[in-house]
């Protein structure tokens, strides 16, 4: 009967077989990225994802690029992150409680320490001690001077490298902490620094001294991606969405500005303290530069044409949370579709058209 290794390495050889077969019959792509997300699904370790596969393949058919790297930076990408992030935490911890010995075993050095003068004085305090006994005091406060000095320097120099290894550590933290917060294939922000940054923004009542504007949203989406994706490849359709994010950046330049990839080919940008104008004149910008830019196939050189995307905006409201301003933003961009797309579409256009209708 087989058993460890072998029995280990024939289960891994059927978990990637039945990983190629699943990719095959219900998936829109073939990477590494792909196989990793159906390995683990055949696997069963990670039942959240399991059960977010099981309801796109029912409401889709397949998993479309844009979902695995959904499901990959939720389910793997994320895993990885946190385990992370526990080592940190872990070592922090450890850290510190070295710290906390040092200092308890300093305490207790000078509290003896302590004792001794206080008993020595005693001592010299009796008219009757002769000179002898003097001169063994003295001596051995000396040497009980000595211990706690250089005790002292030790913990000086623990202490020392300890601020050392905790500000590596907090730097290390950070470092973990911002990339689960940044999409890998863009450099943006990703869902959860959207969603984050949309609810602080939106909740947090403006400072004093500020503008008092209000925090205006823009969500924007890539025209025809999927079309694009599927008659040139995933790799060119990386370009693109690289490309609306570089364009992104080249024209938000408002403080506090949050820019972010929160799906597929979606995209969002919250601009506090900015109203509608404002941000209507943001979204231009980055609409315009987008379509002039023409985009060029890496590998052969080959001129693929302009591509498009459509913008919608919402500028928040007395009883505004974040959801509701994302609702009325999105029913924005769904409208600048419906319309033609490659255009950006307001709340107070979407109503004026509401009322025309």
């Not at 990959?72 to 992150?81: E, L, M, Q, S, T």
């Not at 869902?191 to 940054?197: D, N, T, V």
């Amino acid at each position: 009967m087989r058993q460890g290794p072998d029995l280990d390495r024939e289960r891994s050889l059927v978990l990637a077989q039945r990983s190629f077969e699943l990719m095959r019959d219900y998936c829109t792509c073939a990477n590494p990225r792909a196989y990793a997300v159906w390995y683990l699904y055949v696997a069963g370790t990670q039942p959240l994802m399991n059960d977010a596969i099981k309801r796109l393949t029912t409401q889709n058919g397949v998993l479309t690029s844009a979902d695995i790297d959904q499901l990959h930076d939720a389910y793997i990408d994320g895993r990885r992150i946190a385990a992370e992030v526990d080592r940190m935490n872990s070592s922090l911890i450890a850290e510190v409680e070295g710290i906390m010995e040092i200092i308890e075993v300093s305490i207790r050095s000078t509290a003896q320490y302590g004792e001794s003068l206080q008993a020595f004085s005693h001592d010299i305090a009796n008219t009757a001690t002769s000179r002898t006994r003097l001169r063994e005091i003295v001596t051995t406060i000396i040497a009980n001077t000595r211990d706690v000095t250089a005790n002292n320097r030790t913990l000086e120099a623990r202490m020392r490298e300890s601020r050392s290894e905790i500000e590596q550590l907090r730097e290390t933290l950070e470092a973990a902490r911002l990339e689960s917060l940044t999409d890998a294939l863009t450099g943006l922000g990703n869902r959860k620094s959207f969603e984050e940054a949309l609810h602080r923004t939106v909740n947090v009542p403006p400072a004093p001294g500020g503008t008092g504007k209000p925090t205006s949203l823009i969500v924007l989406d890539i025209d025809y991606f999927k079309r694009f994706n599927d008659l040139y490849g995933h790799l060119t359709g990386d370009q693109v969405l690289r490309l609306v994010a570089i364009v992104m950046r080249e024209h938000v330049v408002q403080a506090g500005a949050t820019l972010a990839r929160f799906g597929g080919e979606e995209f969002g940008i919250v601009l506090p303290e900015t109203d509608l104008e404002e941000a209507r004149a943001v979204a231009e910008r980055v609409r315009t530069s987008v379509t002039s830019r023409e985009l060029v196939k890496r590998s052969t050189g080959e001129s693929l044409g302009k591509v498009t995307v459509s913008l919608g905006i919402a500028t928040q409201h007395g009883d505004d949370n974040a959801v509701s301003l994302l609702e009325r933003a999105d029913a924005c961009l769904f409208a600048a579709k419906r319309a033609g797309r490659d255009r950006t579409l307001d709340e107070t256009e979407v109503m004026a058209m509401r009322d025309v209708a």
